[in-house]
């Protein structure tokens, strides 16, 4: 019997869920899956460029799985990009971070961030440094 998988925290949901090589119909296309927790992985270890053990920790999971997330996540871009294939990013066994929202005391402005991007400076709408917290989505404490 194999050990159930832990969830892996996700800080990042992907905006977009399938890319495609241009000029080709995507029903004429075969697609490999990219679960979220391997975009995850690939966002913070090839895009950022965290080292696999900080990268492992804010998904809140081993080095070695990490690694293993990391290695899996490549295989299957690396395959769409030599044969053309199509990359649909869904699924997986994932939390996502929970978010914070601001309310700026200026223009009352609102706005989401997700936990574990660092401190927010100043409001998006009118860069005043005037805002609060209001409240933490996704955690149970709203």
Known sequence: MTRPRICRRVNCEPDFNYFKPRGVPLARLEHVNLAVEEFEA??????QGLEQTVAAE????SQPTFHRT????RKK??????NGKAI???????????SRQFSCEDCGFEWEE???TGRSSNCPRCSSTLFQRTKITG???D
């Open 77 to 82: 871009v690396a395959d769409a990009l030599v």
């Open 139 to 141: 955690t149970g404490r």
């Open 88 to 98: 649909k990013i869904e699924g997986g066994n994932y939390s996502a971070a929970p």
């Open 58 to 61: 804010k998904m809140q999971i």
């Open 114 to 116: 997700n936990r574990g």
């Open 70 to 73: 990391l290695e899996s996540a």
């Open 42 to 47: 690939i966002r913070l270890n090839d895009f």
